[in-house]
């Protein structure tokens, strides 16, 4: 089932979209009737969002310069979530990967939601779909949500991480945050951390002379865009046999 999201000033706009002047009686009427079926709307869809804020009041990261936790951007972003088997499109949200965590804006009071981990399936935001991951023995990589890149027979995602440092600089401290994305080629169930051409070509060994010539045929660079390299790997090797 999917649902919309409204935003907060969904009600507001019905309520303000009636005309405000004088009018006779009948018009009076007419005003009061269309302002409780606004509100009644409105009350219907923030019911059908509840679920939805099911969560704990995200504690803020303090800035001291410009640094954020967020991925992309310390302002919300639109995006869906598939959360708690409920589909919500169209939703302000933050991804603070600092901490790994997902947030929501209430509709209501505007205050920031963390939403629960395990019940979030996935969430999409700005072309990017992160889908929660769980580790394993077997897999070897720890529980948090994933950048699915590419979701071929061979599976490509990658791990955000901020990690918050802070210097002195003319007696001043300073705080910065540091990004790191951790690669990796799921091949046969298994997670390859991959970094360079060379641990690429090694966890597509079976086909390394093939993705090889490929690779320096397209002049792809790992250094210029090292995802994207690894994508355009991963889908040549998926590819049928010329």
Not at 12 to 33: G, R, Y
Not at 66 to 90: K, R
């Amino acid at each position: 089932m999917t649902r919309l999201l409204c935003l907060a000033g969904f009600g507001l706009s019905l309520f303000c979209s009636i005309p405000c002047t004088a009018q006779p009686k009948a018009d009076t009427a007419f005003v009061a009737k269309a302002d409780l079926h606004a509100k009644h709307v409105y009350s219907h869809y923030i019911q059908g969002q509840a679920r939805l804020f099911n969560g704990v009041e995200y504690t803020e990261y303090v800035s001291r310069n410009d640094e954020f936790p967020f991925y992309l951007s310390d302002d919300w972003i639109m995006g869906d979530v598939l959360y708690d088997g409920e589909l919500y499109e169209n939703v302000p949200l933050e991804y603070d990967i600092r901490v790994d965590q997902v947030v929501t804006e209430h509709l209501l009071n505007g205050a920031k939601i963390q939403l629960v981990t395990n019940k979030v399936d996935h969430f999409a935001i700005s072309g990017h779909t992160f889908v929660l991951l769980y580790g394993t023995k077997t897999n070897g990589i720890t529980t948090g949500f994933y950048d699915r890149l590419y979701d071929g027979a061979t599976k490509v995602y990658v791990k955000r991480e901020k990690n918050l440092q802070e210097s002195i600089e003319s007696q001043v401290i300073v705080a910065r945050f540091e990004e790191k994305n951790h690669l990796y080629i799921v091949k046969d169930g298994v997670f390859y951390p991959v970094k360079k051409k060379g641990s690429v070509l090694d966890v597509l060994k079976d086909r390394k002379s093939d993705v090889k010539s490929f690779l320096n045929k397209s002049k792809i660079r790992f250094k210029k865009d090292r995802e994207k390299a690894v994508v355009r790997a991963a889908e040549f090797y998926d590819a049928p046999k010329n």
